[in-house]
C-alpha cells in the first residue's frame, strides 16, 4: 500500500485526534457498486458534524481529503485512494426532521431510507429520489433526478461544513445545480439537506415509488455489479443512442461489459478490474467520437491512482 508520508511517521499518526473512527488500508471494493478498486489509505467516519467540523480545522493542509456516499456512482481505481477518504456513516448524518412542509435529511441518509421517512411523515414530492440509489449527500452534488424531475426541483439549503471547518447553510440559489452537475467546492463537505414537500396519504406516495421502480426495473439492470448510468446524455441527445448506433452495446473488456438491458450501464460481471471498467468507458469514448463527433462525458465520478 501506499504511503505519503513513507519517511515520516504513518499518515494516521499526524491525523487530528477525533472522536470518529479511522479505518487503514480500508477496501474500497466494499464502499462501492462496482465493488472494484484498491484500498483507501484512510478512511475516516465522523461521530458527528462536530467531530468533522473539528477535523477540518485542524487537519493538516498537505494531506488529500476525498468524500465518498453510497459509491452507487463512483469508480475507484485499482491502484487506490491516497490520503483521507470521509464517509459519513455514523448514525449522526442518518437522522431527519420535519418543520412543516420542510424535511432536513443527514447527508448520509440512504435514498432509500426515505420510503419509510416519507410514508411516516406523509410527505409527497420526494418519491422520486426514493428509487435512486445512493445517499442524500451524493444526490444532491449531481443533482440526481429520474422521470422528470431533479433535486433542484424540490432542494431548498444544504448544511455544509468547508474548508476550514464552518458550519455553513446555503441557499439553493447559490448551489448551481444543473444537469448532473452543481457549484460545490471540493473541499466543501455536504452535511444535510433541506428539501420542501407537499402533504399525501402514503398509500398514494407507496403507489407512485412502485410505479417508478417497476419502470425502472423494466428499462435498467438491476441486481448487478454496475454504477448506473456511466455517460451524461448531450444536450438533446441520449447517450444508450449514440453507443448502440456506434457499435457498441455488445463490447467487453476483460470482466466488465456493456448491459444487454441497458447500454449506457457498464457491468462488473464477477472478476473485472477497475482498469477494466475505465478501458471499457474509454473504448466507448473513442468509438462514438468516431462514429458521431460527439464527446461523451463521464457520469459516474473516478477516483484513486491507475494501476501500474
Known amino acids: 500500500m501506499f504511503n505519503l508520508f513513507k519517511e515520516k511517521s504513518s499518515l494516521i499518526d499526524i491525523l487530528p485526534k477525533?472522536?470518529?473512527?479511522?479505518?487503514?488500508?480500508?477496501?474500497?471494493?466494499?464502499?462501492?457498486w462496482f465493488a472494484v478498486g484498491g484500498p483507501a489509505e484512510i478512511m475516516y467516519i465522523p461521530a458527528?458534524?462536530?467531530?468533522?467540523?473539528?477535523?477540518?480545522?485542524?487537519?493538516?493542509?498537505?494531506?488529500?481529503?476525498?468524500?465518498?456516499?453510497?459509491?452507487?456512482?463512483?469508480?475507484?481505481?485499482?491502484?487506490?485512494?491516497?490520503?483521507?477518504?470521509?464517509?459519513?456513516?455514523?448514525?449522526?448524518?442518518?437522522?431527519?426532521?420535519?418543520?412543516?412542509?420542510?424535511?432536513?435529511?443527514?447527508?448520509?441518509?440512504?435514498?432509500?431510507?426515505?420510503?419509510?421517512?416519507l410514508l411516516k411523515e406523509k410527505c409527497g414530492g420526494l418519491e422520486f429520489l426514493s428509487t435512486?440509489?445512493?445517499?442524500?449527500?451524493?444526490?444532491?452534488?449531481?443533482?440526481?433526478?429520474?422521470?422528470g424531475k431533479e433535486v433542484k426541483d424540490v432542494i431548498i439549503s444544504a448544511e455544509v461544513i468547508n474548508d476550514i471547518g464552518e458550519i455553513k447553510e446555503i441557499p439553493v440559489e447559490e448551489l448551481q445545480l444543473s444537469y448532473r452537475s452543481s457549484f460545490f467546492p471540493e473541499d466543501w463537505i455536504i452535511t444535510a439537506l433541506t428539501f420542501r414537500t407537499q402533504p399525501e396519504q402514503p398509500q398514494t406516495i407507496l403507489e407512485t415509488i412502485n410505479e417508478m421502480k417497476n419502470?425502472?426495473?423494466?428499462?435498467?439492470?438491476?441486481?448487478?455489479?454496475?454504477?448506473?448510468?456511466?455517460?451524461?446524455?448531450?444536450?438533446?441527445?441520449?447517450?444508450?443512442?449514440?453507443?448502440k448506433k456506434s457499435g457498441c452495446d455488445d463490447l467487453s473488456i476483460g470482466g466488465?461489459?456493456?448491459?444487454?438491458?441497458?447500454?449506457?450501464?457498464?457491468?462488473?460481471?464477477?472478476?473485472?478490474?477497475?482498469?477494466?471498467?475505465?478501458?471499457?468507458?474509454?473504448?466507448?469514448?473513442?468509438?462514438?467520437?468516431?462514429?458521431?463527433?460527439?464527446?461523451?462525458?463521464?457520469?459516474?465520478k473516478r477516483l484513486g491512482i491507475k494501476a501500474e
Not at 477525533?18 to 462501492?32: C, F
Not at 435512486?132 to 433526478?145: D, L, Q, R
Not at 478490474?273 to 457520469?299: F, M, P, Q, Y
Open 18 to 32: 477525533v472522536r470518529g473512527k479511522y479505518k487503514t488500508d480500508e477496501p474500497m471494493k466494499k464502499h462501492t
Open 48 to 117: 458527528d458534524k462536530e467531530d468533522l467540523s473539528f477535523f477540518m480545522a485542524t487537519r493538516s493542509r498537505t494531506i488529500p481529503l476525498c468524500v465518498v456516499g453510497g459509491g452507487s456512482n463512483l469508480l475507484v481505481r485499482d491502484g487506490g485512494i491516497p490520503g483521507v477518504v470521509i464517509k459519513l456513516d455514523s448514525p449522526a448524518f442518518r437522522k431527519y426532521h420535519k418543520d412543516g412542509d420542510k424535511l432536513t435529511c443527514g447527508a448520509g441518509l440512504k435514498n432509500i431510507d426515505l420510503v419509510s421517512i
Open 215 to 243: 419502470k425502472r426495473h423494466k428499462s435498467q439492470p438491476h441486481n448487478v455489479k454496475t454504477a448506473g448510468s456511466t455517460f451524461k446524455n448531450p444536450e438533446g441527445l441520449k447517450a444508450w443512442e449514440l453507443i
Open 132 to 147: 435512486i440509489p445512493g445517499t442524500i449527500g451524493g444526490s444532491v452534488k449531481t443533482n440526481a433526478g429520474c422521470y
Open 256 to 300: 466488465a461489459k456493456v448491459s444487454e438491458k441497458h447500454c449506457n450501464f457498464l457491468v462488473n460481471t464477477g472478476n473485472a478490474s477497475a482498469k477494466d471498467i475505465e478501458d471499457l468507458g474509454e473504448e466507448i469514448i473513442k468509438r462514438v467520437k468516431e462514429h458521431t463527433a460527439i464527446n461523451l462525458e463521464w457520469e459516474v
